[in-house]
């Protein structure tokens, strides 16, 4: 359950573009019928650690991820020419990590309600993963998971 977390801009804009292709992806394929205007979710792990204040030292040992989630018309995703769908899937994706990571922990006792208010159907989840996959254990009702390995 990790995302970039070293701080650099790259690792950002390496994993936003690929957990684009991957949510305009699952979106191309799983909702050719649905309605155009309906929102299409992208639920993916953040790192918060450095955004703490005071922030956790690099020798910090343990988890600091927040579930970020990512929201845009099924429409703009599926049909949009590829490069337009994929820049709005990483703009949507820049802009959950910029309005959820400005105060991580402000919103923490509204995570599981949170979660619990998405639509079914309509939450493809990303992950980057360092474990190996034979000790990777998914749970929850995502109707899509794919690991970023």
Same mark, same amino acid.
């Given at each position: 359950?990790?995302?970039?977390?070293?701080?650099?801009?790259?690792?950002?804009?390496?994993?936003?573009?690929?957990?684009?292709?991957?949510?305009?992806?699952?979106?191309?394929?799983?909702?050719?019928?649905?309605?155009?205007?309906?929102?299409?979710?992208?639920?993916?792990?953040?790192?918060?650690?450095?955004?703490?204040?005071?922030?956790?030292?690099?020798?910090?040992?343990?988890?600091?991820?927040? +579930?970020?989630?990512? !929201?845009? *018309? #099924?429409?703009?995703?599926?049909?949009? =020419?590829? $490069?337009? @769908?994929?820049?709005?899937? +990483?703009?949507?994706? !820049?802009? *959950? #990590?910029?309005?959820?990571?400005?105060? =991580?922990? $402000?919103? @923490?006792?509204?995570?599981?309600?949170?979660?619990?208010?998405?639509?079914?159907?309509?939450?493809?989840?990303?992950?980057?993963?360092?474990?190996?996959?034979?000790?990777?254990?998914?749970?929850?009702?995502?109707?899509?998971?794919?690991?970023?390995?």
């Amino acid at each position: 359950m990790a995302t970039p977390h070293r701080g650099r801009r790259r690792d950002w804009a390496t994993y936003a573009a690929v957990a684009s292709l991957v949510w305009t992806s699952g979106v191309r394929a799983k909702n050719a019928l649905d309605d155009a205007t309906a929102d299409a979710y992208l639920m993916f792990a953040a790192d918060y650690r450095a955004r703490l204040r005071p922030p956790l030292s690099a020798a910090f040992f343990g988890n600091c991820a927040k +579930a970020c989630y990512a !929201r845009t *018309a #099924v429409g703009g995703l599926r049909d949009a =020419p590829v $490069g337009e @769908a994929l820049a709005r899937a +990483a703009a949507a994706v !820049r802009e *959950a #990590v910029r309005e959820q990571l400005a105060d =991580p922990l $402000g919103d @923490a006792e509204r995570w599981t309600e949170r979660r619990r208010a998405l639509p079914p159907g309509r939450v493809l989840q990303v992950g980057a993963s360092k474990t190996p996959l034979s000790e990777i254990r998914i749970w929850g009702n995502s109707e899509f998971c794919v690991l970023l390995i």
